[in-house]
């Protein structure tokens, strides 16, 4: 062929890839005893629903990370940053330099109980899979060694965890709910919420079984029926965030009072989350939180969400 102009390289180097990433809140979280190496089996019924961090990867000298949002001062940005180690983890695997900038817009609660920071590394390795094309990387096992709640945020929608939570299976739902978060001022760490639900157990002389999953939980999830899914909430670290944090006895009060279906501490906690009857009542419900003055903020959110998703670049 001569005469024919070269044809154009289309292969675009990306140059930036942000991803969005849902918080989670757990339906059932039913905790079992103590183990050997430290973790507990759980039945853990994850939700993931419309409160987003986005992480943004770009091609830089060298790894660093970069947060913004509101009460993000207890984010750490050095190494000990979950989505910079992400980032690490995945160079690791496929022999490159960790060489990329990190940005995270947080919306979720820092130390709330909604897995932010587990939404942030599910967020980078999927940003940063997409920057380095590493497509055949199995990011769920990457996922599983950064922490517990890291391969719910990568699947999102609702599934069960077992195990210490990443072992997932997704749950059939029938329909969307509508929550309200608390927020908190200050955190509560989660190693510290579960040694005190230890610690409560041993003094009351409880005997600790294998948990065990609610039927009347799932049913409610697949009928998509609220007022039973309400009545189904179950979280058995409530009573150790409770105990850490007596003040969030009367955040669940002033929600039950607005009428919220169910009212159960998020996680190891303190964000609160309320199950509302439709949007309409969880915005009343949000409105009436807020101006009760008992926390920092309430959000209004539906559930359940995709996981990690590409927004732009890649
Ligand atoms: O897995 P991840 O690093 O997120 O867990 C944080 C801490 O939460 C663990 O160090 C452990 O104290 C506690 N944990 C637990 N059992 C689980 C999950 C977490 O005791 N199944």
Redesign the pocket.
Known sequence: MTGAPAAPDTIMAVTAVTVRVPAKVNLQLAVGPLRAD?????VNVFHAVSLFDEVTAEPADELTVTVRGESVEGVPVGEDNLAARAARLLAERIGARPDVALTIHKTIPVAGGMAGG?ADAAAALVACARLWDASGVRLADLAADL???VPFALLGGTAIGTG??EVLTPVPVGGRFHWVFALADGGLS??AV?AECDRLREAAGQRVGPPRRSQALLDALERGDAEALGAALANDLQPAALSLRPSLRRTLQAGREGGALGALVSGSGPTCAFLARSAGHAAELAAALSEAGLVRAAVSAHGPVPGATVVAGG
């Open positions: 430290g973790y507990h089996d759980l587990s922490g517990s709640d210490r939570g989660t190693p579960y």
